[in-house]
């Protein structure tokens, strides 16, 4: 399964409402994930299985979609969420997508 | 806490072999498969086998098969890989990842900077 992230760069300011979004080349079946990578940084478990949040991030943070179609949601950006994203899913394999980097506007 | 550690940079000639390490620590190593990933200076990640703590029992990406061998020591909970005939298209960060039950990764080590060069 291939997974087409957009957009790939995203400027934004804080306190914003941001929205990246995932696309899948087959049905998911909703096991998606989201990672955030700071540079220099591994990967951090966002959310998992669309839209549960993982233990110690914060609530700003939400994930929907169905389907082909997936969601990350940032309720009110943060200086700290500046990172790239990656959606991952894991219904058939194990594949990540392009990513999306969130920068300061 | 899970911790995982791994082993620190290395440059290496073309054609040699390398050995990274990722030793853990605050959970059962043999109860989880242990994943290693590949990113690319930019790129995006890619997933390059798993091995299961309790056995040993592997399965790799197609692409990898050849290039990396995973292996385990339970007695110092400790996951391996091995990449070999290094060119440059190995030059990359490599992470181990702990997977959990429902085959996403949930802990990640900091990664293993390999740079392959003459």
Request: aromatic share 12%; charged share 15%; hydrophobic share 30%.
């Amino acid at each position: 399964i291939q997974l087409t992230q957009s957009p790939s760069l995203l400027s934004a300011s804080v306190g914003d409402r941001v929205t990246l979004s995932c696309k899948g080349s087959q049905n998911i079946n909703n096991y998606l994930a989201w990672y955030q990578q700071k540079l220099g940084e591994a990967p951090k478990l966002l959310i998992y299985k669309t839209n549960s949040l993982q233990t110690g991030i914060p609530s700003r943070f939400s994930g929907s979609g169905s389907g082909t179609d997936y969601t990350l949601t940032i309720s009110s950006l943060h200086s700290e969420d500046l990172a790239t994203y990656y959606c991952y899913q894991y219904n058939n394999g194990w594949t990540f997508g392009g990513g999306t980097k969130l920068e300061l506007k | 806490e899970v911790q995982l550690q791994q082993s620190g940079a290395e440059l290496v000639k073309p054609g040699a072999s390398v050995k990274l390490s990722c030793k853990t620590s605050g959970y059962t190593f043999s109860n989880y498969y242990m994943s290693w990933l590949k990113q690319m200076p930019g790129q995006n990640i890619e997933w390059i086998g798993n091995i299961y703590g309790g056995n040993g029992g592997t399965g790799y990406n197609q692409k990898f098969k050849g290039k990396a061998t995973l292996t385990v020591d339970k007695s110092s909970s400790t996951a391996y890989m091995d990449l070999s005939s290094l060119t440059s298209e190995d030059s990359a960060v490599y992470f181990c990842a702990r997977l959990t039950g429902r085959r996403y990764f949930d802990f990640w080590g900091p990664g293993t900077m390999v740079t392959v060069s003459s």
